[in-house]
T-cell receptor
Framework: SQQGEEDPQALSIQEGENATMNCSYKTSINNLQWYRQNSGRGLVHLILIRSNEREKHSGRLRVTLDTSKKSSSLLITASRAADTASYFCATVSYNYGQNFVFGPGTRLSVLP | DTEVTQTPKHLVMGMTNKKSLKCEQHMGHRAMYWYKQKAKKPPELMFVYSYEKLSINESVPSRFSPECPNSSLLNLHLHALQPEDSALYLC??????????????FGPGTRLTVT
């Protein structure tokens, strides 16, 4: 399976702190995407990083990709209570018919 | 309009019922997806339509039958479901297939309960 795996599975921090979530995967990929899901609702796309990119920024989000280690990290800086959600990485690989596979996710709780 | 809509929001059905889930987008996207998500688990891909043609079926049981009547609509027909099929069903769309680096836009989901 090419499924990504997030680490940690759950993370609890105080408002204002930074949150780092990691994602590992098993096969070569075309791109890796991060999504956020508030409880029981649809997913929201956060950022996409292509296999030839190493780092991308979007507002308070920073994503890195290390294809040699088959891993990615999502950093949320200066976290807010509104950042409380589940965060999923998703990988796409042409070798797997362009299937879109989500990792198990990290449940982030930001305490006020 | 960057919204994907899904109806109904909630659905309770018996194992002998036939029902349908509906999904609509008006972003001109040519790829549409159905996912199943159990509580505290990631979404699992069920079907992918590309240019109104079924391109991926992830070995989903035949009691789930997808349909793409046109480029804006995606249906999921349900028949003879089992209680273990109870889940959140998510629809998504993207400009092209995800492998071509297109982000997916998700609807809010339909919460299905099979009794």
């Amino acid at each position: 399976s090419q499924q990504g795996e997030e680490d940690p599975q759950a993370l609890s921090i105080q408002e204002g702190e930074n949150a780092t979530m990691n994602c590992s995967y098993k096969t070569s990929i075309n791109n890796l995407q991060w999504y956020r899901q508030n409880s029981g609702r649809g997913l929201v796309h956060l950022i996409l990083i292509r296999s030839n990119e190493r780092e991308k920024h979007s507002g308070r989000l920073r994503v890195t990709l290390d294809t040699s280690k088959k891993s990615s990290s999502l950093l949320i800086t200066a976290s807010r209570a509104a950042d409380t959600a589940s965060y999923f990485c998703a990988t796409v690989s042409y070798n797997y018919g362009q299937n879109f596979v989500f990792g198990p996710g990290t449940r982030l709780s930001v305490l006020p | 309009d960057t919204e994907v809509t899904q109806t109904p929001k909630h659905l309770v059905m018996g194992m002998t019922n036939k029902k349908s889930l509906k999904c609509e987008q008006h972003m001109g996207h040519r790829a549409m997806y159905w996912y199943k998500q159990k509580a505290k688990k990631p979404p699992e891909l069920m079907f992918v339509y590309s240019y109104e043609k079924l391109s991926i079926n992830e070995s989903v049981p035949s009691r789930f039958s997808p349909e793409c009547p046109n480029s804006s609509l995606l249906n999921l027909h349900l028949h003879a479901l089992q209680p273990e099929d109870s889940a959140l069903y998510l629809c998504a769309s993207s400009q092209g297939l995800a492998g071509a680096s297109h982000e997916q836009y998700f609807g809010p989901g339909t919460r299905l309960t099979v009794t």
